[in-house]
């Protein structure tokens, strides 16, 4: 019984031996080829830890100045006087891919720092008001309005022209804008200016419009108000 004993003893000492030695002197596991369809283009894993090596977007963004960007505007009577004067923008920004390539931007326009420039005092005062409420650009329900670019086109027969089109925003009615501009880039930033004009009426600014009023007589304002844009942005 001792000598049975003692050959069991023996064969579980051997066998534990051998599974200290595959242990001990095994080789690492083995990596398979590693399927590099199953990662981004660019990217590499070895052994879970994973490398990026995408390039970075060469876009820049542009911080429009509130401080010298503007609108300028002028409104005409059909028979008598015009008005002319200028609202500032409040916010925008300007991405800019390669080669100066413009390729979006939007600008926010602050209608409560509309100024009049031909009149002074009490006239100017007046005019403001009356622009300012309900029968034209109703700014306490309706205090902003906005241009977004949607394309910008280089005119290569002439240096810094462009054809912008975008769309723009007056009292929550939007239409389509298309118009000539300059464009000048240096290495801090660019400035833009654009003149167009636009039919008042297609924005709901409708108030002395001969269009949709009879018997107004020399009182008949212009449906048509001419614009000038003058944009600064630095990186």
Request: charged content about 25%.
């Amino acid at each position: 019984m001792y000598i049975g004993m003692k050959k069991e003893l023996s064969v579980v000492f051997l066998g534990f031996a051998a599974i200290l030695f595959v242990a001990g002197c095994g080789s690492a596991p083995i990596v398979e080829d590693l399927d590099e369809s199953l990662y981004p283009e660019g990217d590499s894993q070895v052994l879970g830890e994973q490398i990026d090596s995408k390039e970075d977007v060469s876009e820049v963004s542009y911080a429009v100045s509130t401080e010298t960007s503007r609108l300028e505007w002028t409104g005409t009577k059909v028979v008598g006087t015009a008005h002319n004067g200028l609202v500032r923008a409040s916010s925008g920004t300007i991405l800019v891919g390669e080669d100066n390539t413009i390729v979006s931007g939007e600008v926010t326009i602050d209608m409560s720092t509309m100024e009049c420039i031909d009149l002074e005092g009490d006239g100017a005062e007046s005019l403001i008001g009356h622009l300012s409420g309900p029968d034209f650009f109703d700014i306490e329900k309706f205090p902003t309005s906005k241009f977004a670019l949607t394309s910008v086109e280089k005119n290569e027969s002439e240096d810094n022209a462009y054809t912008i089109t975008g769309n723009l925003t007056i009292k929550d009615v939007t239409k389509e804008l298309v118009t000539p501009a300059i464009i000048t880039f240096s290495e801090t930033g660019l400035v833009g200016d654009a003149t167009f004009s636009i039919d008042r009426t297609e924005w709901n600014l409708v108030y002395g419009s001969g269009k949709f009023f009879k018997g107004l007589g020399d009182n008949v304002i212009d449906d048509s108000i001419a614009f000038t844009l003058h944009l600064e942005a630095t990186k």
